[in-house]
């Protein structure tokens, strides 16, 4: 673990060093370090344009798929799960380098959870209103309340309607626009209704951010969300099932192009990554071979264009025999072909890991086994009919490890990372 540390803190401050950034304390208290990280190096280096509307926040905004739901490509998702105030601000300037149209903000709900006062928080926020406008009068700025979980105590309950109530206030000054989406949500007892939700309560699904939307449009535009024909019974549960709804709400387009995978895949602002291709995340966090067979009917009810599939890592990972790891993926390009078989396959190789690192143990130590299954993949492709696609070969270090170039936790990717995913799938997107 301190090996860990030691290589997670060097790694931060190189980082602020090379964005040009002043130096400055890096943000603490985020919910998940690595993952803050993940996300961050690659909203530096894609930046934002002054036609970019852009959501700002924690998992409220990390978890939608803000230009799909809106149908604008220029709606950019700078959400971070777990993210805090210090944080968000600590950020902000990277976003204000490109001087945005517009900036929606949700902020506040973990600050509070950790014992920030209400009042504090929303001074705290206010004063990255006024620096947004410092340093880009024409950037409008827009506050969404935040919501109150199923399940919320009283005590904090009334925390964050006095957050809600401070920020609804100030904003008759005209600085920012408060946008309520609590009636739109919640019930008598103000909490986020059972039917916006799964399990603890603490985030929504797809019908919750369905009804986000519908309450947004007035601010952005109408929804491009599609509420006929959802399917609930899926053999899926946590955030697979969760984020499963939410995809289970977006339009699909016969020019689009699926990348489907786990979090590695789930974690990449793929729409940005190659803006001409029509790419769709279809990655789920913690996602298996099987979670990908039970989604995959109702993402090619119109055949894409293509399918890049990265999958395998998860199942090795919960213990999984490889050779059911590589029959699994087989089954998927199967079906895949007999559910729309004019849809070009792209299988991608499960990609190295760094068994240096002290997180996901179980993941990291599966080196072997990833061969294994890569080297089937490779052999298989001519004769399933798909494309194969080596990253694992272009990422390793010379020991055959993920290099640490690529990641700060011996399994995702960090932009430097995704930056050469884009740069090797440029020459197979088609056009």
């Known amino acids: ?60 905004m990390d978890r939608g798929i803000w230009n799909e739901f809106f149908g604008n490509e220029y709606i950019k998702n700078r959400g971070i799960a777990g993210d805090v105030i210090s944080a968000m601000d600590y ?3 990277d976003v204000l380098k490109g001087r945005p149209s517009h ?27 006024s620096r947004i406008h410092d340093k880009s009068r024409r950037t409008r700025v827009s506050v969404i309340s935040i919501l109150p979980e199923k399940n919320t105590s009283d005590e904090l309950l009334s925390k964050y309607m006095a957050y809600n109530e401070s920020m609804k206030n100030a904003s008759l000054a005209g600085d920012y626009t408060y946008i309520d989406i609590l009636p739109a949500l919640t019930g008598d007892d103000k909490r986020l209704k059972e039917e916006f939700t799964y399990n603890s ?15 947004l449009e007035p601010y952005i535009c109408k929804s491009n969300m599609v509420a006929e024909g959802i399917k609930e019974d ?47 995340n279809r990655g789920i966090s913690s996602d298996m071979t099987s979670g990908v067979l039970e989604r995959l009917p109702h993402m090619l009810e119109v055949s894409p264009r293509a399918v890049f599939l990265m999958i395998g890592i998860n199942d090795l990972g919960a213990g999984k025999d490889k050779d059911y790891v590589a029959n699994n993926i087989l089954k998927i390009v199967a079906e895949i072909k007999r559910l729309s078989p004019r849809t070009a396959i792209y299988v991608e190789s499960i990609l190295p890991v760094n068994p240096t690192f002290t997180v996901f143990k179980t993941h990291i130590d599966q080196s072997t086994s990833i061969k294994y299954v890569n080297a089937i993949l490779e052999k298989e492709a001519s004769r399933a009919g798909y494309t194969y696609i080596n990253l694992h070969r272009s990422m390793c270090d010379r020991d055959g490890y993920l290099s640490s170039k690529y990641t700060n936790d ?10 050469l995913w884009r740069e090797i799938l440029t020459s197979y997107i088609p056009r």
């Not at 709400?249 to 979090?263: A, C, E, H, K, V």
């Open 410 to 419: 011996g399994l995702h990717l960090c932009w430097e990372g995704y930056r």
């Open 91 to 93: 950020r902000l300037d």
């Open 1 to 60: 673990m301190i090996r860990f540390l030691v290589t997670f803190i060097l790694w931060s401050m190189s980082m602020v060093f090379a964005v040009g950034q002043e130096v400055k304390h890096y943000p603490s208290r985020v919910g998940y370090p690595t993952y803050w990280g993940q996300r961050y190096t690659q909203f530096v280096a894609l930046g934002v344009e002054s036609t970019d509307i852009v959501m700002m926040g924690d998992d409220f």
């Open 201 to 215: 309560g603490t985030t929504l699904n797809g019908r919750g951010y369905y009804a986000v939307c519908k309450a």
């Open 103 to 129: 900036i929606y903000i949700y902020i506040g709900k973990r600050d509070i959870k950790i014992g920030v006062s209400p009042e504090s928080a929303a001074h705290s926020v206010q004063d990255i209103i």
């Open 234 to 280: 899926y053999k899926l549960a946590g955030f697979i099932k969760e984020r499963n709804s939410i995809i289970e709400y977006l339009p699909t387009r016969s020019d689009d192009i699926l990348m489907i995978g786990n979090s590695i895949t789930n974690i990449g602002e793929w729409a940005e990554f190659i803006p001409y291709a029509h790419l769709r």
